[in-house]
């Protein structure tokens, strides 16, 4: 009766005691590997959540860029990126409407930049139909108010408060989660020794009962007659035994199995830790990384025209009172002055001039890309300019034996523009290809139009351009031919960049075409000015105007 009851207890450790430990392996393993999971959707919420943020940061800035690129030049073509940027901000911020749900703090924050991006897409549109129906003046009053930077600032302040919480919520749960990984860990080591408890006592009570069944069977040997029905129930209990022995081996290298598999999930979800702390790392450090650039970006080139334009103007005061003394000792107020020193004043005369037109030049240029520049545009007519050229430049055409001729073309065309800045333009080209045509050579402008454009040309027989260095003529302080000419006066490579900027500021262009050893021709392309009824109908009320104004045409080479 003893041999039963052994067997029972056996059978109870076998199968109930050793289910339990599976069971709660497994029932550990599951809640960890949805718990990681459950961190993993939220981090990588947390993460969506702020680089969609940024995405719409950015792209309210780009609309503001396409904003003021149309507001300066006026230019259909800044409209495509600010169009795209509107869209593309709504599609964000519907985006992280359905990120932000459950979270009443974060979406009270996304309200508040939803409103922020509609009134600065608003002040956008207004400005822009400013520009188109009153003129930039009035777009740039409205610009001036700072009500639009004081929308971005309030847009970046909202913006970095939503990252600041998602990434605080982002390092809460990983810690969270490697509190949890520590808890998990203590209760497998618990149930690793657990399970080897349960199985060095059910060997244990296995080889008590093998002994006892072994003193059993030596007495049953001595009352074999009497006891021939229990050795048979015996040999069928040492059956049954052996089969659970087996059964308990099974199911111990199964455990081992089950250790080995937690073993590597936890490493897992250690490197999945290790691997979101990085990213979280490595976006806080791009972010970073951008706002720096793009500071220093703007204050090199705030820096860099604030330094040009009072360079310039500071060099021009001593100059023209060197002229000024020069005059004085020319007429002989300071005593008599003798034919040899009369030419060494020239020389300084000339010089000076020269000096003060590229100083010109600068304070020019730095005026143009600081926006500081003022157009007042009106129907011009083109016979006049093209026909008061060549007194202008008749002393360099007598200088360089260079011939000069013109062809007006159609009679009464007239340009949308700015007078004086296209006498400038073409002044430019014409001394230009004068300078670089050689003795024998010959220069003559003329005019072609269509319904809409006028194509102003300056064609000279010159030396030409090679093809590589057509395009690098138009950018500034390039002379890509200084090396080939004999002119004493070269200037600093910066009268064809403005003539470029000012005829595009007035919605024209200029474009070149060059073959070496046959000549290169210069052509500017601008506005027509509409003709009904006799009348100039001009394409928009009052003139365009940009604070600030250029002094003077200057000399401008290439």
Not at 237 to 264: F, I, P, V
Not at 367 to 392: C, I, K, M, N
Not at 440 to 467: A, H, K, M, N
Request: hydrophobic share 40%; glycine share 6%; aromatic share 4%.
């Amino acid at each position: 009766m003893k041999l039963v009851q052994w067997t029972a207890v056996q059978r109870l450790y076998a199968t109930v005691g050793s289910s339990v430990v599976v069971l709660l392996f497994a029932a550990l393993t599951y809640a960890g590997i949805v718990r990681q999971q459950e961190i993993q959707d939220r981090a990588d919420r947390s993460a969506r959540i702020i680089r969609t943020l940024e995405a719409t940061l950015g792209r309210m800035a780009d609309g503001e860029t396409g904003q003021r690129g149309y507001l300066l030049t006026g230019d259909a073509r800044y409209l495509e990126p600010y169009e795209a940027a509107e869209r593309d901000v709504q599609s964000y911020l519907a985006i992280l409407d359905t990120l932000t749900q459950k979270k009443p703090l974060q979406g009270a924050r996304l309200d508040t930049l939803s409103s922020i991006s509609k009134s600065k897409f608003t002040e956008l549109d207004r400005t822009l139909a400013l520009r188109r129906e009153e003129g930039l003046a009035a777009a740039l009053a409205v610009v001036n108010t700072d009500s639009g930077r004081h929308l971005m600032d309030d847009a970046r302040r909202i913006t970095n408060e939503m990252e600041s919480t998602e990434t605080s919520r982002l390092q809460a749960r990983l810690d969270r989660e490697a509190k949890y990984s520590r808890q998990v860990r203590l209760i497998l080591v618990a149930g690793s020794l657990l399970a080897v408890a349960t199985s060095l006592l059910i060997n244990l009570l296995l080889t008590r009962h093998a002994r006892e069944r072994e003193a059993a069977a030596r007495e049953l040997d001595k009352q074999n007659e009497r006891l021939r029905e229990q050795s048979l129930e015996l040999e069928l209990q040492n059956q049954q035994l052996h089969e659970q022995a087996l059964e308990m081996e099974l199911q111990q290298q199964h455990l081992q199995d089950q250790t080995s598999q937690m073993e590597a999930q936890t490493e897992q979800l250690e490197e999945a830790n290790a691997a979101l702390q990085t990213a979280v790392h490595d976006l806080e450090s791009e972010r970073s990384a951008a706002n720096e650039a793009r500071a220093q970006a703007e204050a090199a080139n705030e820096a860099k025209s604030e330094f040009l334009a009072t360079m310039s103007h500071e060099l021009r005061t001593p100059l023209n009172a060197i002229a000024g003394y020069v005059d004085l000792l020319a007429m002989g107020i300071r005593g008599p002055v003798t034919d040899s020193q009369h030419e060494d004043l020239d020389r300084i005369r000339k010089n000076g001039r020269y000096l003060l037109s590229l100083i010109n030049d600068i304070l020019n240029f730095a005026r143009l890309e600081a926006g500081q520049v003022q157009f007042s545009t009106s129907d011009v007519d083109v016979h006049e300019l093209l026909l008061g050229l060549e007194p202008l430049v008749a002393p360099q055409l007598a200088a360089g034996g260079v011939s000069y001729s013109c062809d007006v073309g159609e009679a009464d065309v007239r340009v949308r523009a700015d007078q004086e800045r296209v006498r400038q333009i073409l002044l430019n080209l014409v001394t230009n290809a004068i300078k670089f045509t050689d003795a024998g050579g010959s220069v003559w402008s003329e005019c072609r139009c269509s319904e809409d454009t006028v194509w102003l040309s300056v064609r000279d027989t010159g030396r030409g351009i090679e093809p590589d260095k057509l395009e690098r003529i138009f950018e500034p302080f390039v002379q890509v031919d200084r090396h080939l000419t004999n002119v004493s006066q070269q200037g600093v490579g910066l009268g064809l960049a403005i003539s470029r900027d000012l005829a595009r500021r007035m919605d024209g262009d200029i474009t070149a075409e060059s073959e070496v050893g046959q000549g290169s021709t210069f052509v500017l392309s601008l506005p027509r000015a509409i003709i009904s009824g006799g009348e100039s109908l001009q394409r928009d009320s009052g003139s365009d105007t940009m604070a600030g104004e250029v002094h003077g045409v200057g000399r401008m080479t290439r």
